[in-house]
Structures are given as C-alpha cells and as structure tokens.
C-alpha cells in the first residue's frame, strides 16, 4: 500500500499484515543494539501542524530504528506561516525526493488530499476528528498482545468520542477484527447515529465497564469543546470518570485499562487506576514504535524487500 490514511482503506489481511510485522520490529526493539539497516537511505518527513508528544516523538524512533533519514517540521516554523499553502509545502518537501511524509494536521481530510497528489508515501498522524490509524493499530497490538485474539473481545470506549479521532479509528479497526465495541459518554459527546459504524451506545459508565475485556478511556478534548456540560471537571470524574472503586464494582478481574494520552489524570482516570495494575497505558506507548516501524517499513515496499533484508 502506498499510503496509511484511516483504518476504513485497511483490509482485515493489511491490518494482520501490519500487526504480525509489528511484533517482529518489537523484537529489535528490544535488542540491546535496537538497529537495522533496512530503510538505509530513505528519506523520512515528519511534518507536524499540531501539537504532539507520543506519536511525533515514536515515528522518529522508528525511523531512525530502521536506519532511515528523519527530519521534522512543525507548523510555526515553516514558511506556512509566510502564508504557503499546504500543497505547495508538501510538493518543496517532495521537490528533496522525501520518500514518506508522515503528516499530523487540524483539517480532516488534508492527508488523503497529499496523498492523491503526491508520489510519495503519506502517513496520516492524526487529522482533525477523522482518523489516527497508527494509534488504533497499536491499540490492537496491545489488546492482541495481552488477550491472544481481537475476535469476540469485548472493548469499552469512554468519553468524548465526538471529538475524538482514536475513537473512530478505534471502532474501525476493533469492529473489522471482530471486536464488540460499546460507547459510552454524556450525549453531547456521543455523535448521533453512530451505532450505524456497528458498536453499540450507553450513557451509564458503570453498564460500560460490565463484561469489558479492555477499558479505553478518552480524554476530554478541552481545546476541540465550545462549552463544557459538566460545572467542573470534579463533576465530570465522578459521573464518567474511571475510579479504583467503579473498577472493583463493575470490571472483570482480567479487564486491560488504556487510554491514547495525554492522560488528564484525576478528569477522565483517577491516578491510581492510570498507574495500577490493569493499565497498559505505556505499553501502548511502546507498541506505537513497533507499530510505526512496521509502517515505514511496508509502505517503503517491505514485503517486497522482505527476501534482500
Ligand atoms: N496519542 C497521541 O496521539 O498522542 P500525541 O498527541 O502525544 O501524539
């Protein structure tokens, strides 16, 4: 494939693909020399238009894994700011024969607007609410990892899904592979008709977390809201907030606790649950440069190099 755009355009094969892949580029990873020269001479463009810490800071990891040039662009400091426009930023970047541009950008839809006028390979890091299809395939390495299967688990998705891009991808991916996903959140975080994407709605946390295999909390995008419906974010944690005690209630004893970070700790997830023993919150972390690695390596034509490497 030459682009990662959303999970929608991945096959349940591509998906398992890169899964598969993943777990192998987690294996040099925890190497004591974690590097192979298999993207030796590719060029890698890390072009950031939104704030990131995990995604940004892991793709470079994985590049430079993988013996590949990285480079990193932000918004403020490029010539966008002069007034340039995203195309023809894009066109000078791929001018400097850049093989893949992973991109992050407020606007959905501007990858796959790259992607169709670019020869070079486009990653999409996250665009607007739409799609952040690497953080869902860590998400299922993780869950994989941990339960063996995606198929018949059950995943709890908590929070303010309608601003949330991990969300859609989430539901994309998880459901493809089988999954039952249940929302949950306050209303007017929930978009109307979303259970057409096949996962089910509640409005009660704690019918949520029953019977969930994986627990994915949210956080709530505080920049993405016009107005906050609960008076104070103490009022939020209590009504939809993941506590020690709702877990000890209602949550099976296997039961995995995630959530995409930033965590906004004492909001969405109390610290002790964030840090417990459920939580594999930074495993996912490390999983998202496996995972990135694994996607550098197959859109760079990886299986087809697969044999030489
Ligand atoms: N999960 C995630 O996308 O984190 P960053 O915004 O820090 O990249």
Redesign the pocket.
């Known amino acids: 494939k030459k682009d990662i755009l959303d999970m929608a355009s991945l096959s349940v094969e591509e998906i398992s693909l890169i899964l598969d892949t993943a777990d192998r580029m987690k294996e040099i990873s925890e190497r004591p020399v974690k590097k192979v020269p298999t993207l030796r001479g590719r060029t890698i463009v890390l072009f950031f238009y939104e704030?990131?810490?995990?995604?940004?800071t892991s793709f470079d990891i994985a590049a430079k894994r993988l013996s590949a040039d990285s480079i990193s662009i932000s918004a403020s400091t490029s010539s966008m700011v002069k007034g340039e426009t995203l195309i023809d930023t894009a066109r000078n970047i791929e001018a400097m024969n850049a093989d893949v541009i992973v991109m992050r950008h407020s606007s959905s839809g501007a990858p796959h607007m790259l992607a169709k006028r670019l020869k070079a390979s486009v990653i999409n890091a996250?665009d607007g609410t739409h799609a952040?299809p690497s953080?869902a395939l860590l998400d299922m390495m993780t869950v994989r990892e941990n339960k063996g299967t995606l198929r018949d688990l059950r995943i709890a998705i908590i929070g303010d899904i309608s601003h949330s891009r991990?969300a859609r991808s989430d539901i994309a991916g998880f459901t493809k592979m089988g999954a039952d996903v249940v929302l949950a959140g306050p209303p007017t975080m929930i978009p109307r008709g979303i259970e057409t994407l096949g996962v089910s709605v509640v409005h009660n946390i704690d019918n949520a977390i029953h019977g969930a295999d994986v627990i994915m909390m949210l956080r709530i995008q505080k920049e993405r809201q016009k107005g906050f419906l609960f008076s104070t974010e103490r009022e939020y944690a209590r009504v939809f907030g993941l506590s020690k005690e709702r877990l000890r209630k209602h949550a099976k004893d296997d039961v995995l606790i995630m959530h995409?970070?930033?965590v906004n700790r004492g909001v969405e997830i109390s610290p002790d649950v964030a840090d417990g023993p459920y939580s594999v919150i930074l495993d996912q972390v490390t999983n998202g440069v496996a995972v990135r690695m694994a996607l550098l390596y197959l859109v760079s034509g990886g299986v087809r190099n697969a044999s030489s490497d």
């Open positions: 704030a990131s810490t995990r995604t940004r996250g952040h953080q991990v995409p970070g930033p």
